[in-house]
């Protein structure tokens, strides 16, 4: 064999190895992405379990665009509630000063965000609706009730 040919060899190689690298990085990431949400899960009520997920998990900072790790972890949810109708209720938090949209229009554009990826990611929209967010929370936060399965939101 040639100096050429193990030349070539050796890069082969050390180009797959960082290959697989950069999948298994990839791979990790977007578990710690869907991971890392916080879920806080409320106990089971009539309209069934729910989380509550802190907003900064899912949006862009003072903005209604759910950020990428707020896409996945909305489809990892579409996926586990398969079947079942979710209730999206988002808390109005603070707004900054300069912010564009008040509190509450923020929210229903979130509200309405969440609603569109759960649909983009497969959940069936007539299985999927917006309710007010309790009066007492402490915290901005994301509260998503999955109801019965074949029950209507």
Do not use: C
């Amino acid at each position: 064999m040639t100096m050429a040919n193990r030349s070539l060899l050796g890069f082969i190689d050390l180009t797959l190895i960082l290959l697989g690298s950069v999948a298994l990085i990839a791979e990790y990431q977007q578990h710690m992405a869907t991971a890392s949400a916080a879920e806080v899960p409320h106990p089971a009520s009539d309209d069934g379990p729910g989380v509550t997920v802190p907003i900064a998990r899912l949006f862009e900072p003072e903005e209604a665009r759910l950020s990428p790790s707020g896409r996945q972890w909305i489809a990892a949810m579409a996926r586990r509630s398969a079947g079942r109708s979710l209730l999206v209720a988002v808390t109005p938090e603070p707004m900054a000063v300069g912010g564009r949209l008040d509190a509450w229009e923020r929210a229903a554009a979130r509200t309405g965000a969440i609603m569109h990826a759960f649909e983009a990611a497969g959940h069936p929209a007539n299985d999927i609706a917006a309710m007010m967010p309790g009066g007492n929370a402490r915290w901005p936060g994301i509260t998503i009730t999955a109801g019965k399965p074949g029950a209507p939101p």
